[in-house]
């Protein structure tokens, strides 16, 4: 605590003493990001730089650490003239992983490292899903994944030290039950993989962690129950009229807590992926998009919590390795404000539930899909293609300036402390009376999508803080329709699919035009907050001249 702080004790919030509470940056903790190659582009690595040291993240994941762009396990020499030269055990080589590893932990970041896809020389199946022809499929010989594995691991220990590899994340996989594309193999398969992966990592050294399954969303049916997805269980979801209603429930997460447990294998954590949103087949065929309702993140995790609580790992750690408002790489919501109100909306609910909750993915340099069509294609980034900050990335950066410590929470947003210096800063928002709990579903066009905006009322925010140094000043910003809409002023050029360098810098100036203005503390020591948020609108509010946290 710096000499000038305010002791907690003497903070009044709306006229009361407020217990403290402990406040995770459960935001920053872990971000997400496309594939590993990406990481090699410039562009990307100086986004990742800007968002790392913004955000205070801590960790980064992505996948494809074993796809054959990034040239880790070899079979053959692969000269390119003529066949390839078989060699007479496989050839590990980590020359790109490393340029990739050392940059994160340059920027203080270290790997969520998620062990995938197959070699291709591996796979059983090859080309199974993206332009960039991943291979998810078991493995050929799971002692030469095994080896793959092991191999990789101690390379890092010779590499970084044991130590710094023991604060590491090992998942298993990404996304199994999505069969075929992010798995070729059945719900046992995975489960095996899981088994000899976690038996290679820990003969290295029992510290390290490791976890599973990373599956995809909760279902309220049964497709998964079985070894592979049953698209008949999906019938009656599709065809539901209050999905809200049906009994969600996470994938594999029961079966493979009990699987490992009968085996005695070590969980350190559970991953899964929370998008409140599904894909479930009609009876003819068709997909039906699912749009749940806006808690349904803090639901999810509450009965994940009470899950892993009764089970054989209690104390194994929660990691939710992909979340975002959907799990579209095309949708234009992710472009909004609507975007930005309603992650803050459920950050701030479920920052004490979760050991991370990885926001999917920091950058539009993303390639799943192929590169972006236009500026803004509804990516995922924080940040699009050209360096832009969208909406979303100003929430996050709202978040990360609060304390980690929490005075008070209410339905429109937090006041927290920060332990080291006492600076007082808060987040509001107005997710629309007019949205009742409905969740934000995605919209075809971009101009569907700002149909959004006529949703109202706006929202009155009153709240008085007691017992601050007279004369101290605080910073507000806001982000609204009117400031920081940088997709909105996009759509005003007539939505150009390749901007000029004028037009480039034009909404870069719109992206960071946030309201601002300061307060200062009269002499009576009591800050008077009374803001009228406008539908949508984001608003931190932070005090001047403390040290910021690190």
Known sequence: MTSDAVPASRLLIDGEERDETAFPHVWSACIGAGRANEALRADWQRQ?????????????????LFHDDMFVYRESYGGGFGPNSPLPSPVYTFSYVDKVFDFLLEQGVRPFVELGFMPRELATQT???F????????????ARW???????VEHWVDRYGLDEVRRWRFEVWNEPNLVPHFWTGTKTQYFELYEATVRAIKAIDPELKVGGPSTSVFVPD??????????SAMVETAAATDV???????????????????????VDFV???LYPTDYAYGADGQAVQITRYADATYDDLTLLRALLRDSAYPDAEIHITEWSTSPSSRDFIHDTVFAATSITRSYLQCASLADSISYWTFTDVFEEGGAGIGPFHGGFGLINEDGVHKPTYHAFTMLERLGDRLLLATPDGVVTRDSRTSAVSAVFFNYPDGMGLKGLSARGTYAATRELAAVGPSRRIRHTIEGLEPGSTFLVEVLDWEHGNVAEAWYALGAPLNLTRAQREHLGRVADSLRAYTLTVPDDGVLKLDVELAPWAVMSLRQSGREARG
């Open 271 to 273: 991953s899964t992926h």
């Open 48 to 64: 990742f730089a800007e968002v790392a040291a913004a955000l205070n993240v801590k960790y980064v994941r992505f996948h494809g």
């Open 131 to 142: 332009w960039w022809r991943a291979h998810c499929s078991p493995p050929k010989d799971m």
């Open 222 to 231: 049964d497709r998964y129950k079985g070894e592979t997805e049953d698209r």
């Open 244 to 266: 809200d209603a049906l009994d969600w429930r996470p994938v594999w997460i029961e079966d493979f807590l009990a699987w490992c447990a009968e085996r005695e294998l070590p």
């Open 146 to 152: 095994a080896e793959l594995v092991t191999r990789t």
């Open 127 to 129: 080309e199974t899903l």
